[in-house]
Structures are given as C-alpha cells and as structure tokens.
T-cell receptor
Framework: DSGVTQTPKHLITATGQRVTLRCSPR?????VYWYQQSLDQGLQFLIQ???????AKGNILERFSAQQFPDLHSELNLSSLELGDSALYFC?????????????FGPGTRLTVL | DQQVKQNSPSLSVQEGRISILNCDYTNSMFDYFLWYKKYPAEGPTFLISISSIKDKNEDGRFTVFLNKSAKHLSLHIVPSQPGDSAVYFCAASALQGAQKLVFGQGTRLTINP
C-alpha cells in the first residue's frame, strides 16, 4: 500500500459526459501528479500540482482540468468525454519538492467511456 | 515522439537466473532514471533509481546500470524469483525543472519455475 488513495476504482460513463477523479496523497506529501495509461501505452504525464499551485503540464487535453485543494487532495475533471479517453488514470504523490523525490502511485481509476 | 523506449514488450526467464530489462532514451536532458514495477490492478511501485553522475546503483537483488554515452540503462534482477513476474517500466526525468516522469511502454517479465 503506497498510501495514495484514488476514488473511484472503476467508472463507466457515456460519451459527452463529465467525470471527476479524486486523489488523496500520502500524508505529508505536497506534490500530486496525474498520469494516463491507455491500452498498450506507457504512462503519460498529464499535470503536476505542488502545494495547491500548478507546477507542470504535460499532454493534457483542454477538456481535462485539475486542481489541488488546501487539504492537498486533488481532483482531475474530464469533460465532453470521448471513446478514446477510456484509460487508467493514476495519481502519484511526492514529498517536499526535491527533484529526486520518489513518486508514489495510487491504485488508479479505470475509466470506460461507452 | 517516444523519448523513453523499452523495445522488448515481454521477457521470460527461469527462476534463479538473471533477468535483464533494457531501456533506451533519446533526450540528453534526462539525468535521473527510475524503474517501477507494476502488478495487475495496482499502481506502479518504485524499485530503484540512478542519477547521471553514477553508472551503477544496487539495492539487494536489483542493480541498475547507466551508459550515458549510449543513452541506455538496464535493470538486472538476480536471482529472479516468481514474485518478480510483473510489468517493469523505465522512467526518466530532468532534475532541472519539473519533476514529471517520462515512461517507457513497459516490459512484461515472466519468471518460470
């Protein structure tokens, strides 16, 4: 158990809908990262938050947005969903902000768009 | 543009022998490298890392080797155990700037009894 929790575990929805994925980082961790793993793909970095502020952005679609709240949990919002958004979404957290901080991953949320 | 590549989608090794997983990268800005292991229905678990100032790092049965001139790293597992059967991801980052990890596509390692 990494200490990172993600809810829900599974999500099935229809095209055009909007969903919210939630992540609680390990106790004491200030950074939260979101990654997407599509079928047969490696993990693709989406976005990083550090202590409530956006720190880095990857290949995140404009239909996707995220935020980190004062209690440091984070939410990833996916809207106008398309079939191709079906994937595993992982959240990771890391410590005080050093470049070599290990990222600890949650168990993921499997999103299926029908 | 695949900046981190794991060219072997799968690898099968006998229990007790050495497993060698390979990874190549193209971005010369990468200076920190990690290996993660992933079981089905779980998130990736950190295994071992190496910074570009070293060419080898060892942790128990796991050793990572870095060849900067070839932009190549490898993970050696010896001896291999059945519990090592998993998907292994190589990841890289540039220590200057954001901490985002760039992952390879993974290699599925199967340890046969």
């Amino acid at each position: 158990d990494s200490g990172v929790t993600q809810t829900p575990k599974h999500l099935i929805t229809a095209t055009g809908q909007r969903v919210t994925l939630r992540c609680s980082p390990r106790s004491g961790d200030l950074s939260v990262y979101w990654y997407q793993q599509s079928l047969d793909q490696g993990l693709q970095f989406l976005i990083q938050y550090y202590n409530g502020e956006e720190r880095a952005k990857g290949n995140i679609l404009e239909r996707f947005s995220a935020q980190q709240f004062p209690d440091l949990h984070s939410e990833l919002n996916l809207s106008s969903l398309e079939l191709g958004d079906s994937a595993l979404y992982f959240c990771a957290s890391s410590g005080p902000g050093l470049a070599t901080d290990t990222q600890y991953f949650g168990p993921g949320t499997r999103l299926t768009v029908l | 543009d695949q900046q981190v590549k794991q060219n072997s989608p799968s690898l099968s090794v006998q229990e007790g022998r050495i497993s060698i997983l390979n990874c190549d990268y193209t971005n010369s800005m990468f200076d920190y490298f990690l290996w993660y292991k992933k079981y089905p229905a779980e998130g990736p678990t950190f295994l071992i890392s190496i910074s570009s100032i070293k060419d080898k790092n060892e942790d128990g049965r796991f050793t990572v080797f870095l060849n900067k001139s070839a932009k190549h790293l490898s993970l050696h597992i010896v001896p291999s155990q059945p519990g090592d059967s998993a998907v292994y991801f190589c990841a890289a980052s540039a220590l200057q700037g954001a901490q985002k990890l760039v992952f390879g596509q993974g290699t599925r390692l199967t340890i046969n009894p």
